[in-house]
DNA sequence: ACGCAAATGCAAATCATTTGCATCTAAATT
DNA sequence: AATTTAGATGCAAATGATTTGCATTTGCGT
């Protein structure tokens, strides 16, 4: 994504378009990985960037509220991660071997929505979805 | 369940048996509801059973750790929630409106991890399904 | 360039949870 | 039944992620 279209995006949305909010966008942009606030921070300060962490979850914040960025939890894990908002439905794939968060762009829930809301009178207005196991690597390794 | 039962899960699973341990599973294992650490604290106190509140969260861990209890997250709310372990699987129905969270007892996911283990090569251990949306009352004060 | 609302830095607060340590208790042993 | 001891509990303090109050700075419309 372009620098220019990443301000637009900050602009659109009606916000102040400041260094580091292009940054954090420009550096979850790029990965398809969840990042932790603090892991924001360290990359950040890797490339000299000086951010101040309670900036860094005010921003984070604000991008959430415009849907710019998602925030995802995972069981299990205390602190919540982020990840470019791409508008593509998806779900994650967790390994507990090595933590690594793989991303699923198909979906296994839509139909069965249709029955729950004729089931349950409830208005579903979204789900989640995680899976867990071991990936290939760490399969091998459990022995 | 008897206190009987409830004791002998205790000792069965290498435990001490406690009266706190007992208080505990007993509050959850009458209530389908998922209650917080706290909330256990504030429901014991109202029965005047004076325990710690860090006596609270060790009781927790151990017995979620011998799966007499499990420990459920909640998408956007950062404290964990507990509920008795009755060996069967589900997943919850979660009102954005009142916070009110619904087991549900049918999974819609069981022919889906076939698919995804062939495709992927995890192995899945697991998975966790939440739905969010608004229950009949609440969809009513929505207007 | 000027002014103001919004953004940031910094330090302190908050909230859920965990931990260290002294004391107590369940239950195994004598 | 008294003794022993590992495990359980209470209490206060620590922790870790996140939030907040307030002074200062910055983006951007005028």
Chains 1, 2 share one sequence.
Not at 18 to 25: E, G, L, Q
Not at 45 to 67: A, E, G, M
Not at 120 to 132: A, C, D, K, P, Q
């Amino acid at each position: 994504m372009t620098k220019e279209r990443m301000v637009n995006r900050i602009i659109g949305a009606g916000l102040k378009n400041t260094k580091y909010r292009v940054n954090i966008i420009e550096m979850l942009s790029k990965t398809d990985e969840l990042v932790s606030a603090q892991e924001i921070y360290n990359r950040l300060l890797k490339k000299s960037i000086f951010i101040n962490l309670s900036t860094v979850y005010r921003t984070l914040d604000i991008l959430v509220d415009n849907k710019i960025l998602n925030r995802v939890t995972i069981e299990g894990e205390k602190q919540s991660f982020y990840e470019y908002n791409r508008d593509i439905h998806h779900h994650f794939l967790i390994c507990r071997g090595c933590n690594k968060i793989i991303p699923i762009y198909d979906c296994p829930l839509e139909d069965y929505e249709q029955k729950l809301k004729s089931e349950s009178g409830f208005v579903i207005t979204g789900h989640r979805v995680e899976f867990y196991g071991y990936c290939d690597e760490c399969r091998k390794n459990l022995i």
